[in-house]
C-alpha cells in the first residue's frame, strides 16, 4: 500500500516522517516537486517524489496536506484520478490577516464538509492527521501512553486506512463520528483539537460532550 502526500511542509511533512518511521511506503508531492525530492532522499528507500498527477495516480491513498484554498484548487482539476481512492484530508478552515489567524468558513461549515464535496462519490472521505498542530504532532509519536489522533468519516474503508495510519504513524486512533462531526476536530475553534490526550482521557472527553465514539 502506497499513501501519497500532497504538500510536504509543515504538516505533511511530519505526517511523511512519521508513516515512513512506521515502516509505511509514501510518494511525496508538492507545488515545486524539488521540495518534494528532498524530502524523499531525506527519508530514504521508502519515500519517493513525483508529479502531483503521478503521485495520486500510483496510490492507494492520498494525504491532501495542502491549505483549503489550495486544495479546493487541486482537486476539481483532477477529480477523475481521486476514483476511488481513500482521501484523508488534515485541513483546517484557518487563514492569516494581517498576522492574526482568521476562521476562513463560517462557524456552521467545516473544512472536512467541503473537502469531502469535491470528491468523486467513489472515493473514501476521512478527516485525519489535522488535530494537533504540526510541532505537537512532530514530537507526541510513539509515546507511552499513545497519544490519540482523531478522525471524522462515514466511510468504512476510509476508517480502516486512517486507524492503520494513524497507528503507524505513532499515535492511538480514535473516532469522534462521520464528517458531519469534523468542525470538532479542525483548528481554529474545534473542541477537540490542539489537544494531547491518552486514550482514557479521550474517550471520557468525548463522553462528557455527547459525541459519538
Ligand atoms: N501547520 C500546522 O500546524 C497544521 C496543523 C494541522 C493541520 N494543518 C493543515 O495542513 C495543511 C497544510 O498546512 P502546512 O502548515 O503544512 O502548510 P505549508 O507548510 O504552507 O505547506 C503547504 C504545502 O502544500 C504544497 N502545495 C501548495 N499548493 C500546491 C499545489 N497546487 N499542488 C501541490 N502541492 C501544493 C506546498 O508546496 P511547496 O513546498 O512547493 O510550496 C507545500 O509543500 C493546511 O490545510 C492546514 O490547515 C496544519
Not at 478522525?151 to 494513524?166: C, G, K, V
Request: hydrophobic share 45%; charged share 25%.
Amino acid at each position: 500500500m502506497t499513501t501519497a502526500i500532497i504538500g510536504v511542509g509543515n504538516l505533511g511533512g511530519t505526517v511523511a516522517r512519521h508513516l515512513v518511521g512506521g515502516g509505511e511506503s509514501v510518494v511525496l508531492a508538492a507545488k515545486d516537486e524539488a521540495h518534494a525530492k528532498a524530502l524523499a532522499d531525506e527519508l530514504g528507500p521508502h519515500a519517493s517524489a513525483a508529479s502531483v498527477e503521478d503521485a495520486i495516480a500510483g496510490a492507494d491513498v492520498v494525504v491532501l496536506a495542502t491549505w483549503l484554498d489550495q486544495t479546493r484548487e487541486l482537486v476539481p482539476a483532477r477529480t477523475r484520478l481521486f476514483e476511488d481512492k481513500v482521501v484523508v484530508d488534515p485541513s483546517n478552515p484557518i487563514g492569516f490577516e494581517n498576522g492574526q489567524m482568521i476562521r476562513t468558513l463560517p462557524e456552521v461549515e467545516s473544512s472536512g464538509s467541503v473537502v469531502a464535496g469535491l470528491l468523486p462519490e467513489s472515493a473514501h472521505y476521512v478527516k485525519a492527521f489535522g488535530t494537533l498542530g504540526a510541532d505537537q504532532l512532530a514530537t507526541s509519536a510513539n509515546r507511552e501512553p499513545r497519544v490519540v489522533l482523531f478522525y471524522a468519516t462515514d466511510d468504512d474503508a476510509a476508517e480502516a486506512t486512517a486507524q492503520r495510519l494513524i497507528t503507524a504513524a505513532g499515535f492511538e486512533p480514535l473516532k469522534v463520528g462521520g464528517v458531519s462531526d469534523a468542525g470538532r476536530i479542525e483548528g481554529p475553534d474545534g473542541e477537540l483539537q490542539g489537544r494531547i490526550f491518552d486514550l482514557d482521557e479521550a474517550r471520557a472527553t468525548i463522553a462528557t460532550k455527547g459525541v459519538k465514539a
